[in-house]
C-alpha cells in the first residue's frame, strides 16, 4: 500500500482526519469526489478539492472532471480528464442529445479514483 506523506503538502489534516483517509482509501479502485471528503473529514469543499488534487498529481488518484447538463443537473452527461480544461463548445449533451453553445447550461464537478489503496501518514 503506498504511504502519501502529508506533511508540507496537507499540513491542514489532522491525525484523526489522516486515519480517516487512510480508511476511505483502504481499497483500489475508490471513488471520492470533494464535497464528500469535506463532509466526511469536517473541511471546506475548496481544502477537500485540494486533496484530490495533490493525490492526482502524485498518480495516487485519477482525477476527471464531471460535466453536468441543465437537462438532468444530478447525473453526470459527462467526463473528462481533470485538468484538460473545459470542454469545447458546441458540445452535444448525450443525456438530452442536445447542442450546448453557452457553458451557463453546464455545471461541474470533480471524481477522483484511486489506483492503489493509499495510507496517509
Avoid at 38 to 53: C, R, S
Avoid at 72 to 87: C, H, L, Q, R, W
Wanted: hydrophobic letters at 40%; a negative charge; one cysteine or more.
Amino acid at each position: 500500500m503506498p504511504s502519501f506523506i502529508c506533511k508540507g503538502r496537507l499540513d491542514f489534516l489532522s491525525s484523526e482526519q489522516k486515519a480517516e483517509l487512510s480508511r476511505h482509501f483502504r481499497k483500489q479502485d475508490t471513488q471520492a469526489m470533494p464535497h464528500q471528503l469535506a463532509v466526511l473529514l469536517g473541511l471546506k469543499y475548496a481544502h477537500a478539492l485540494v486533496i484530490l488534487t495533490v493525490l492526482g498529481a502524485e498518480g495516487l488518484c485519477e482525477n476527471k472532471l464531471l460535466i453536468y447538463h441543465k437537462c438532468d443537473p444530478e447525473v453526470p452527461a459527462g467526463a473528462i480528464p481533470y485538468g484538460k480544461g473545459f470542454p469545447d463548445l458546441p458540445w452535444v449533451c448525450p443525456l438530452c442529445e442536445k447542442i450546448v453553445e453557452d457553458e451557463k447550461e453546464l455545471s461541474f464537478d470533480v471524481m477522483a479514483q484511486s489506483t492503489d489503496p493509499i495510507e496517509f501518514i
